[in-house]
């Protein structure tokens, strides 16, 4: 059975591509160390120190630049057209990695279907992958994004802090 994947427009794709990389990848790593980084294996990171990475988000025209240093994802300012500098490249669509970050769809599914792409180091891309198989980590459910969500729990946050019953 054919599944209908969701279009980007092209003119959001196009203005999209006109944005820096820099402050994208600082949000990025931000959220991977949030959600990621607590769960890497000591030898994992030991593997990881030093190494580039980029995830290419195709169809918005979108890449994070960043890498694994001093126990924390830092993103990294790469000069334009250096791909040497890169180790590893990974690209889907926002659809296809919003599969993979809901558990909807297997990595090696999306790879052997030619949806996933991974470019430079083998060896890395095989660890990424099967680091990010092993972890037990909450499946990523962009409900909880809604703003009323949000603000639920900025306001729960808030009254914990205060020590205020509400």
Known sequence: ???IRPVVPAALAKMLSLL???PGSLLFVRALNLLLARHLPSDTQAMLEGRTLRISVLDLQLSFDFQWRAGRFSARRLADNISDEIDLTIGATAHDFLLLAQRKEDPDTLFFSRRLQMEGDTELGLLVKNTLDAIE???FDPARLAPMRVLARFK???VRESG???
């Open 156 to 158: 729960s946050g808030l």
């Open 20 to 22: 820096p990389v820099y």
């Open 1 to 3: 059975m054919n599944q």
């Open 164 to 166: 205020v019953r509400t």
């Open 137 to 139: 980590a909450p499946v």
